[in-house]
């Protein structure tokens, strides 16, 4: 059970990463919407170094599906729309190291999980896929990483989980304030 301590927007709270999500499509303007939200996250110099792949008809989502560790795909396999979330690491003003890209790029993806809740829709991050093969078939550069796929839907039923991972069905709860912040104080 989620406790809160303090008085937070309702959207945060019920955003949660479920592993049972339906097959059902999404309507593509929703998850226009949820890029949306993803595109007016902040970034330094306002440089937006997000990148997204969007795999929701079959030939995409076969190919996302397949770079995803089989523990993922146990479940996300049902996701109509997989996203895979890429940084882009260098300034394009200046051709430097953005050093700030996965950071921004981490506020985009958190912006897409809250509108994907406001739309009654639920989001999954995966870390758990392969980097490099994900580099190879989608012919990134250099400048461009692999971060995490995003599965997208509808909530599913939890029945069509394996028991293991049914068991785990649950909206998780957080360490305490004290465990990760600190007061500078005299
Ligand atoms: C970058 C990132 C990578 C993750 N990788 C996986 C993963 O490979 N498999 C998985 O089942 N969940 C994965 N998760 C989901 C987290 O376990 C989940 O967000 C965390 O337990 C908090 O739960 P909540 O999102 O329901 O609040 C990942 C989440 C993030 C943000």
Redesign the pocket.
Known sequence: M?QYDHEILNIIKE?????AISSDPVDKEDIKGILEAARFAPSCFNEQPWRFIVAYEQYGLNKMRNL??D??QV??NSAPVLILVLAFKKFAYNGKENFWAKFDT?TS?GFM?LEAANRGLVT??????NRKEAASIYSLDDETEP???VALGKYGDPKDLTPELREREY??D?NKQEEFVVWDTE
Not at 15 to 19: G, K, L, Y
């Open positions: 989620r955003r949660w990463s479920p592993r995803l560790a523990s993922n479940w996300a981490g993806w999980s999954h991050a995966m870390g758990g896929f971060i995490a796929i909206p998780s957080r």
